[in-house]
Structure formats: structure tokens, C-alpha cells
């Protein structure tokens, strides 16, 4: 049995930099299920959430195992409902050369940024098509448009889920889902990981989110495909 009428948020990837942003800036108006490997870190960011008065529903899993993930979306269906907002944020990646990357390494960041993004879209439009409504945002980056020599693995996993977003919009667009694409292009803000690096050569992840907000409430009319952000210092 459901727990809220809110509309419904899925989060993955929510670590302490832009996944909690979003998780936070979305707990305002929608409940938000959490999802990152660290059930501990999930749980904790849930607790906060409702200690502000918001729901959350801390999803614990492997976004690249796919029984995981399906057994996720089962939980969330139960417990808040099925998604109206997918926020594909999980891009974890091995960084290295083709010297240097194994390939278990190439098929971890594959699984991570490609095909768990194919599953949660799968899972969510499901209900989006039922409905004639959703979203769908992706977290890309500046990997995904152009890959250096150390992103032999990250870059084509990240071109993998851009090209799954591209699809998912030409297919699901006119049947009332918006998917985008957003390049981050630049490093984020994370507490306790950019200590000492200035500020103002960094993206602040709450201002990501609002940017995420914005783009999950355009006017159909008006719908945004793919974003580039980057820090007002950043060389492109």
C-alpha cells in the first residue's frame, strides 16, 4: 500500500554532492525515493528529509544489477507509488587509458552509466505511457560529448547513456514523457571531497538542482533536450 499522494521523485546516485541536492530540492513537493550502494549514507539523507517534513524512501541497491534495480522499483511502487520524475544521476566511472583499464572496469562503468539508466527508463515508462506524463533527466558529461585519453571506459559509457536519452526523447516525447540530457561540464562541489579547490571554478549543487527543477516543469511546448553546464571560469 502506498504511503503518499505526493507525486513521486526516483534519485539514483545520491551521494553527498549533486544526488542529495536533488533528492532535498524535489523532497519540497514530491516524495523522493534514494538510491546509492551506501545504504547507510541512503538511509541517513531519508531520515533527514522527513526530519524536515518531506518523505523519502531510502532504495538502497546496484544500479547496474538489473534484479536489484527491478526489485527497487517493486519497493517503490508499494511503498509511494510509481515515479512521475526519474533522475538518473548514478555515473560512477574508472578513469585510465587503454593500458591501464581492465575489462571488468570498461563493463563497471558501462553497467553504471548505460545500462542501469536503460533499466530505470524501462521500469518508468512502463507507468509514464499508462499515464501520458513524465520525465526523465540524465546526468551526462563533458566525457560523453568528448573523451580524453584517461576516459577510455567513463567516456563511452557516458556517450552510451546520451545516446539512450537522444532515443528515449524522439520515442517518448510525443507520448507526454520530456527526457533530458544535462552535461555537467566541470567539477562539483562536494563536501569533504573539493576541500581547499575555490569555489568559484566549481559547480554548486544546489544550484544544479534548481536548474533539474526547472527543466522537470518546462511547458511542453518549450521542452529542453540537452543542457550544458559549467561554472562561469570553465575553458570550453
Known amino acids: 500500500m502506498t504511503e503518499s499522494k505526493k507525486p513521486v521523485?526516483?534519485?539514483?546516485?545520491?551521494?553527498?554532492?549533486?544526488?542529495?541536492?536533488?533528492?532535498?530540492?524535489?523532497?519540497?513537493?514530491?516524495?523522493?525515493?534514494?538510491?546509492?550502494r551506501s545504504a547507510d549514507y541512503v538511509r541517513g539523507l531519508a531520515d533527514e528529509i522527513r526530519g524536515a517534513g518531506g518523505t523519502a524512501l531510502a532504495v538502497p541497491c546496484d544500479i547496474g544489477d538489473r534484479v536489484q534495480v527491478?526489485?527497487?522499483?517493486?519497493?517503490?511502487?508499494?511503498r509511494l507509488g510509481s515515479p512521475d520524475v526519474l533522475l538518473y544521476n548514478a555515473g560512477s566511472g574508472n578513469w585510465g587509458t587503454v593500458s591501464e583499464i581492465t575489462p571488468q572496469q570498461f563493463e563497471q562503468s558501462w553497467r553504471v552509466n548505460a545500462f542501469g539508466a536503460f533499466v530505470c527508463a524501462a521500469e518508468c515508462a512502463k507507468d509514464m505511457l499508462s499515464r501520458g506524463r513524465g520525465?526523465?533527466?540524465?546526468?551526462?558529461?563533458?566525457?560523453?560529448?568528448?573523451?580524453?585519453?584517461?576516459?577510455?571506459?567513463?567516456?563511452?559509457?557516458?556517450?552510451?547513456?546520451r545516446g539512450l536519452a537522444q532515443s528515449l526523447a524522439r520515442d517518448l516525447g510525443p507520448k507526454g514523457t520530456h527526457v533530458a540530457w544535462v552535461n555537467i561540464d566541470g567539477g562539483?562541489?562536494?563536501p569533504g571531497?573539493?576541500?581547499?579547490?575555490?569555489?568559484?571554478?566549481?559547480?554548486?549543487p544546489d544550484a544544479i538542482a534548481e536548474t533539474y527543477w526547472h527543466l522537470a516543469h518546462?511547458?511542453?511546448?518549450?521542452?529542453?533536450?540537452?543542457?550544458?553546464?559549467?561554472?562561469?571560469?570553465?575553458?570550453?
Do not use: C
Open 9 to 36: 521523485a526516483f534519485v539514483t546516485g545520491a551521494g553527498p554532492g549533486l544526488g542529495a541536492s536533488l533528492a532535498r530540492r524535489f523532497a519540497k513537493e514530491y516524495a523522493v525515493a534514494i538510491n546509492a
Open 218 to 236: 518546462q511547458h511542453r511546448s518549450a521542452w529542453t533536450m540537452e543542457m550544458e553546464l559549467r561554472p562561469f571560469k570553465e575553458k570550453f
Open 193 to 204: 571531497r573539493t576541500t581547499g579547490m575555490p569555489k568559484e571554478d566549481l559547480l554548486d
Open 188 to 190: 562539483i562541489d562536494v
Open 70 to 78: 527491478e526489485a527497487a522499483f517493486r519497493t517503490i511502487r508499494e
Open 135 to 161: 520525465v526523465m533527466l540524465f546526468t551526462g558529461a563533458t566525457a560523453g560529448v568528448k573523451a580524453g585519453p584517461r576516459s577510455v571506459a567513463f567516456g563511452p559509457a557516458k556517450f552510451a547513456m
